[in-house]
Nanobody
Framework: VQLQASGGGLVQAGGSLRLSCAAS????????LGWFRQAPGKEREFVAG????????GYADSVKDRFTISRDNAKNTVYLQMNSLKSEDTAVYYC?????????????????WGQGTLVTVSS
């Protein structure tokens, strides 16, 4: 599976961005999806996850109620809507996928990764 992330950019604090991640896989609906991020000097961390059914979602506490993960299986795309952005959200954001049912908080549980898209939030 090849993943292509896009949508990053520079935004002021309080603003919004929507990240997209397009997959090459026709059986996209069978994959669990996740968004992770990595800030300079820090480890990659879980941001949001979505089950293959789309019914189960999970978020890091730091983004809960501000970010929303969703998927469009017809377009083989997963999205991350980011609202009320803060300077601490500045990072490279990665989409990830794995076969299965439930999302995971752990990077090593994902088999496929996008190339990352940079989000910079200015204060």
């Amino acid at each position: 599976v090849q993943l292509q992330a896009s949508g990053g950019g520079l935004v002021q604090a309080g603003g919004s961005l929507r990240l997209s991640c397009a997959a090459s896989e026709r059986t996209f609906g069978n994959y669990v999806l996740g968004w992770f991020r990595q800030a300079p000097g820090k480890e990659r961390e879980f941001v949001a996850g979505l089950s293959s059914s789309g019914f189960s979602k999970g978020y890091a506490d730091s983004v809960k109620d501000r970010f929303t993960i969703s998927r469009d299986n017809a377009k083989n795309t997963v999205y991350l809507q980011m609202n009320s952005l803060k300077s601490e959200d500045t990072a490279v954001y990665y989409c990830a996928a794995r076969r299965g049912l439930a999302y995971s908080y752990t990077t090593s549980d994902y088999d496929y990764w996008g190339q990352g898209t940079l989000v910079t939030v200015s204060s």
